[in-house]
């Protein structure tokens, strides 16, 4: 079946510190892969995307990498904000048009 | 800008009530989803819906039904309130048959006593 495991959190991290949210997943045939952020207070939005093996999704200064060998796409980040405070969530979508979420990953950082 | 609308953010209901929240989306999008999010499990998919008047059971559609007559609007009901259902309840869009974004509201935290 399709599944998406995610670390568990909370994770806490000083401003400006390394972020890595490890994130596997468990598909048939070849699915596209998603982190999507849920600010306080709001509904989620896609971070960023990448729909085959090695594609690298970015934005905000966020990174993952599809890595088919591993069934792993990470999520990092070289310095964090702030800003960054919320929960993330690794997620895929297979054949069909169902997409499967991890458990979420709270992230705080602190000045 | 795109706007996916959950007419309530806070709700609180009784046991054995007969809820309806409702979900209306802006952007002509033709699927439409409600998911349930609940701390240590994630988002779970209830019923899903790719056009009007059709709807598909998602993982945990039990206690759940929904109704979609208008393109823009979904509705989840829960036909007799329980505790259980106490939760997060999250819409979310998307475009045609790629759908490889999902567009969601804000969420309706909805409390059975």
């Known amino acids: 079946g399709n599944s998406v495991t995610q670390m568990e959190g909370p994770v806490t991290l000083s401003e400006e510190a390394f972020l890595t949210i490890n994130c596997t997943y468990t598909a048939t045939g070849y699915p596209s892969l998603f982190w999507y952020v849920q600010y306080p207070g709001e509904g989620l939005q896609l971070l960023l995307k990448?729909?085959?093996?090695?594609d690298k999704g970015s934005n905000k200064g966020f990174e993952a990498t599809y890595r088919k060998e591993t069934t792993s796409f990470h999520l990092e980040k070289g310095s964090v904000q702030v800003s960054d405070s919320a929960v993330y969530f690794c997620?895929?979508?297979?054949?069909?048009?169902?997409?499967?979420f991890g458990t979420g990953t709270s992230l705080t950082v602190i000045p | 800008d795109v706007k996916v609308t959950q007419s309530s953010r806070y709700l609180v209901k009784r046991t054995g009530e007969k809820v309806f929240l409702e979900c209306v989306q802006d952007m002509d999008h033709e699927n439409m989803f409600w998911y349930r999010q609940d701390p240590g499990l994630g988002l779970r998919l209830i019923y899903f819906s790719y056009d009007v008047k059709m709807k598909e059971k998602g993982d945990i559609p039990e206690g759940y039904s929904v109704s979609r007559e208008k393109k823009e609007r979904f509705s989840l009901i829960l036909e007799s309130a329980s505790t259980n259902q106490t939760s997060m309840y999250l819409c979310?869009?998307?475009?045609?048959?790629?759908?490889?974004?999902?567009?969601f509201g804000s969420g309706t935290q909805l409390s059975v006593l």
């Open positions: 990448a729909t085959k093996a090695d």
């Open positions: 979310a869009t998307s475009r045609g048959t790629t759908n490889e974004k999902l567009f």
């Open positions: 997620a895929l979508k297979n054949t069909g048009n169902q997409f499967y």
